[in-house]
């Protein structure tokens, strides 16, 4: 039964013409829709330029962030472009180092955020029954707990230290992202495909991972992207209150450090806090450009 | 020779608020190889769910409840979950009523066709490949060279229900099980699918199980028919025989529901009314013992109202009919 006895002898019709367009996969046709959203762009831009600055930039600009440079409080000026803290270290190498640490801290929390909420969330909208109902019942105790005060809880329990604030970060976020896979799950499990699928021999590992999860994909991948941006202010939110990590510049901990002198030196917390801003901002409308190429109400058949 | 499917006394039921309700019972039939057996039947009468059960894939809230159904010798009700995967797609398969969502939007037809033949004839991609270009030529798909590349939004209906019939048959199955294949499709398309489904049978010798509501398509292409009403069986028998010779007022109606095409002058008799059945199958649950037809059927005497439904009763080599007047009906 192994060998493959092919062809089935058929008269096959003359070859009707194929249309001319090439055939597209479905990515190249959502990155080309995004292309068209002239917000998504931008963002998308500006995120790579702030990506690009805080890679390359400490080779072109050699000031140590943590150095004593001048004074407290130059304003920006000749000495120092945006100026200096409280303590007289230079603003915009702080800005450009820690837009690492930042970006960094958003980007492993969203990861930390999806890989958490979309195994919980398509475990439990495969199956359904008893392991939705467990599962669903996690999912709504870890989301009535306040995130803010429970990533406090954790940071001081393990340690003031970029790691934890980053996993403690993913730890509080995921539910959201465990609710949108679950309904997703939910609406595609049921389709004629999945089915189609299953009757050709499909065991439940590869519908989870090769039928249904790449359907449920699109609203992931934007909820992904959001995820980037909520991890950023959260990060800053915890730094302002004092609980960042005192040995990583961050623009979280420039805000925070600097808190107390904002009147009197509004560049030391304007600065970071503007970045803050413009990246978040950026990460945004790169996510609604995204919402927008893959949603298919939206697309143009073809 | 033993039939590739036999099908014994299966009885399906679903979850109810007030306990199991029957939804299929006491189906019985076989289908030898290269042989088709058509279930007949309107909407809500257990079709579907026959072939669901064959291929264990019944719904959450339905279970079977008795009976047996045996693929090619192996228990196809007591097969463990691993063993069920190497059955589907390969020993039996199915093809679905709707074409334009049994294929999976994200992936080429190449792949998914491909996917069954790596999955269970364990092919190299591009041997994998190479054979689904050969099927997609075998179910008359031009340029199949290049449509092996296409994403399914860029088909056709009748397209892609080929396309559905090559990745049933990749395998070379046992058994092939088409849930309405064409009811999605254009009437001419209709007759090509069912056209090609005759001919590759005849090259694969496969067992096809047909579940229909059209009855052209029975008298074309099954072998024996099963017409289903509530559930229940109620007349069964070589598709010849049936169609030639219905006996339970069940088919006869159904029979009587076929429009047919006058050509020629208009006569006063070429605009008759279209017949139809009057009322609606009983929903589910409120089934009795008595004849699940009873309510609709212009035959219903004292007996039937008085004596619960007859099993099927052997009238000759071709025929069996449930059914207390059937021979008054149709002697």
Redesign the interface.
């Known amino acids: 039964m ?1 060998t ?13 013409p ?2 001319a367009r090439p ?1 597209i ?2 990515a190249f046709a959502a990155l080309r829709q995004f292309g068209r959203s002239p917000a998504g762009v931008v963002g998308a831009i500006v995120l790579l330029i702030l990506i690009l600055v805080t890679i390359f930039g400490p080779q072109f600009y050699s000031i140590d962030p943590l150095d004593l440079v001048g004074a407290p409080f130059t304003p920006p000026g000749e000495d120092a472009w945006l100026g200096t803290d409280y303590l007289g270290r230079d603003i915009l190498a702080g800005l450009i180092y820690g837009g690492r640490a930042t970006l960094t801290v958003g980007g492993v929390a969203a990861v930390i955020t999806i890989l958490i909420g979309v195994t919980i969330g398509s475990l439990a909208g495969f199956f ?2 008893a392991i939705d109902t467990a599962l669903t019942k996690i999912t709504e105790f870890f989301q009535i707990l306040p995130p803010l005060l429970f990533a406090m809880v954790l940071v001081t329990l393990f340690g003031q230290t970029l790691t934890t604030i980053t996993i403690a970060i993913g730890v509080v976020s995921w539910p959201t992202a465990a609710r949108l896979t679950r309904a997703e799950f939910l609406r595609l499990r049921n ?3 999945v ?9 439940n590992g ?1 519908l989870i991972l090769r ?1 249904v999860l ?2 449920a994909l699109p609203p992931i991948i934007v909820s992904a992207t959001l995820a980037i941006g909520v991890a950023i202010l959260f990060e800053g939110g915890l730094s302002f209150l004092g609980l960042g990590d005192p040995n990583t510049m961050s623009w979280g901990l420039m805000i925070g450090q600097n808190r107390n002198y904002v009147l009197d030196a509004w560049w030391t917390v304007m600065f970071p806090g503007a970045a803050i801003f413009i990246a978040v901002l950026a990460i945004s409308l790169v996510g609604d450009g995204i919402n927008d190429a893959i949603n298919p109400r939206l697309r143009k ?2 | 020779m033993a039939p590739v499917l036999s099908v014994q006394n299966l009885s399906v039921s679903m979850k109810g608020s007030k306990g199991p309700v029957p939804v299929l019972e006491n189906l019985s039939f076989d289908v030898a190889q290269g042989k088709t057996m058509a279930l007949v039947g309107e909407s809500g009468c257990g079709k579907s769910m026959t072939a669901l059960a064959i ?1 264990r ?1 019944l719904p ?1 809230d339905f279970t079977v409840t008795s009976g047996s159904i045996v693929l090619d010798g192996e228990d196809v009700l007591a097969a463990a ?1 691993a063993q069920l ?6 020993k039996m ?2 093809i ?1 009523q ?1 074409p334009m ?8 037809v190449g792949d998914q066709i491909g ?3 790596r ?3 364990k ?1 190299s991609h591009r041997d994998a490949t190479e ?1 689904t270009i ?2 997609l ?4 798909i ?3 060279e ?2 092996v ?3 399914p ?2 088909l056709s209906g009748g397209m892609r229900q080929r396309v ?1 019939i090559a ?2 048959l990749a395998c ?1 199955p046992k058994l092939l099980i088409a849930d309405e294949p064409t009811t999605a499709l254009d009437v001419t398309v209709q007759a090509q699918i069912f056209d090609l489904l005759s ?2 049978q005849d ?2 010798e496969t067992a096809i199980v047909l579940i229909t509501h059209d009855l052209g398509a029975v008298a074309e292409l099954a072998d024996d028919v099963a017409v289903l009403y509530a559930g229940r069986c109620i007349e069964k028998g070589t598709s010849h025989e049936v169609i030639a010779h219905a006996r339970h007022p069940y088919t006869r109606g159904l029979m009587a529901c076929v429009p047919h095409l006058h050509l020629g002058p208009t006569t006063r008799n070429a605009r008759t009314e279209l017949e139809e059945i009057p009322g609606m199958v009983p929903p589910l649950g409120a089934r009795g013992l008595d004849c699940a037809f009873l309510p609709r059927c212009t035959f219903a005497g004292d007996v039937c109202r008085s004596q619960p439904q007859p099993p099927l009763d052997i009238v000759d080599a071709h025929a069996a009919v449930s059914c207390w007047r059937h021979q008054e009906i149709a002697p």
Do not use: C, W
């Open positions: 192994t493959i006895d092919t062809p089935l002898t058929t008269t096959v019709n003359d070859a009707a194929l249309p055939t996969s479905p359904g029954g389709l004629d495909f089915k189609a699928s299953r009757a050709a021999g499909a065991g590869h039928v790449p359907n058949r073809g | 291929m894939l959450e979950p995967r190497g059955l589907r797609g390969n398969s199915m679905f709707e969502t049994a294929l999976n939007p994200l992936f080429t996917e069954v033949l999955q269970h004839r092919l054979q050969n099927f030529k075998a179910v008359q031009p340029a199949a290049k449509r590349h296409a994403y939004h860029q559905m990745m049933a070379r001919q590759l090259e694969t």
